[in-house]
C-alpha cells in the first residue's frame, strides 16, 4: 500500500481541503488526519459510524501521596518545570509536569510515584471496507509525534483492500509532521502564494530533503498574487521538484466545506482543478500503472 502524505508549511493553505478531495477521487480505503493538535477532516469526509475511541497514554505524570508526604521541599527545589505546588499540602500540576522523575527518585519517604497519564485519544472510523484514522491531542500534552506514529500504526494495521493511503498531514515543521513523513512514499506540498507562505514552503521542503522522500508541489489560489505563483513555480523548477499544478481561489469551495462536502462534489473551478493535480500526483506516485486517470 502507497502512502500519500499531505503536506503546508504553515496553516490556511487548504490541505485538507485537497487532501478531502484526493480522497473522494480515488475512493480511497484507508486515510488517516494527522493533525492531531486540531483534527477535522472528519467535517469533510462525512463520517456517519461512531468512531472506536482508545486512550492514548503519553509521558506518566507525578502524584504525591499527601498522606505519606512529610513536606521535606525536596521535590519542589529540585523540579527543573517548577511543576510542584504547595496549597497546604504538596502537590503536582499535571501540565507542567514532565514525567522526568527526580521527584520521585528523591523523595525520602517514597510519597511520589509515576503513574500512567492519558495525553490524548485515538479514533478509528470503520465503514464497511474503508478506515479513517484520526487522534485528538489532550490540551496541554507534548506528545503530538508520538501521537501520529500511533494514527499511522493504527490506519495500517486494519486488513482494508488498498492499494493507496491518503494521510492528512499537520501545518508547519514540528514533531508531528516529521512524524508524519516518516515512511510514507510520497509528500505533496501545498503552497500558498505569499510571502509567509513561501517562506513556510522552503521550510517544509527541507524537512522532506533529510528523509530522502519523493516530494511533488501545487499551489493552492494561486490566483491571489500571480508574481508570487511565478516565484514559487521558478523555485519548482530550480529544485527539480515536479510540480503537480494550480488551484484557483474559489469561493464556491467555501460554499462546498460549509456544506460538509468535498470540492469535487460540486461543479466549480477549484474542483476541476484539483482532479488535474490528482492525476499528475497519481502518476508521480504510481508511475505507468496509474489506476486512478480520471
Not at 481541503?17 to 493538535?37: E, H, P, Q, R, S
Amino acid at each position: 500500500m502507497k502512502q500519500l502524505l499531505i503536506l503546508s508549511g504553515k496553516g490556511g493553505t487548504g490541505k485538507t481541503t485537497i487532501a478531502g478531495a484526493f480522497i473522494k477521487l480515488a475512493d480511497a480505503n484507508a486515510y488517516a488526519d494527522c493533525d492531531v493538535d486540531a483534527p477535522n477532516l472528519h467535517l469533510i469526509m462525512n463520517q456517519f459510524v461512531e468512531p472506536k475511541r482508545t486512550d492514548y497514554y503519553g509521558l506518566p505524570k507525578a502524584e504525591i501521596n499527601k498522606d505519606v508526604c512529610i513536606q521535606c521541599d525536596q521535590c519542589k527545589q529540585n523540579c527543573k518545570f517548577d511543576a510542584i505546588d504547595i496549597d497546604n499540602v504538596y502537590k503536582v500540576n499535571p501540565f507542567d509536569c514532565e514525567g522526568c522523575g527526580v521527584c520521585e527518585a528523591l523523595c525520602p519517604v517514597e510519597a511520589v510515584t509515576l503513574k500512567p497519564s492519558v495525553a490524548g485519544e485515538l479514533m478509528l472510523y470503520l465503514d464497511e471496507d474503508k478506515a479513517f484514522s484520526t487522534a485528538q491531542l489532550k490540551m496541554g500534552s507534548g506528545t503530538s509525534g508520538m501521537l501520529v506514529t500511533e494514527v499511522k500504526k493504527q490506519m495500517t494495521a486494519i486488513d482494508v483492500d488498498a492499494e493507496l493511503a491518503i494521510i492528512d498531514g499537520s501545518p508547519g515543521i514540528g514533531c508531528p509532521v516529521i512524524a508524519s513523513i516518516s515512511g510514507v512514499d510520497m509528500v505533496l506540498i501545498v503552497a500558498e502564494p505569499s510571502i509567509s507562505g513561501i517562506s513556510d514552503m522552503e521550510r517544509i521542503i527541507k524537512i522532506a530533503e533529510t528523509f530522502h522522500t519523493k516530494t511533488a508541489l501545487c499551489i493552492n489560489k494561486y490566483n491571489i498574487n500571480l508574481a508570487n505563483t511565478g516565484k514559487i513555480e521558478k523555485y519548482s523548477k530550480e529544485k527539480s521538484i515536479p510540480f503537480a499544478g494550480k488551484i484557483p481561489f474559489d469561493s464556491n469551495a467555501v460554499k462546498a466545506i460549509n456544506k460538509g462536502l468535498t470540492i469535487v462534489e460540486m461543479e466549480c473551478s477549484s474542483g476541476r482543478a484539483v482532479r488535474e493535480v490528482f492525476n499528475k500526483t497519481m502518476d508521480l506516485i504510481f508511475g505507468e500503472i496509474n489506476r486512478y486517470e480520471a
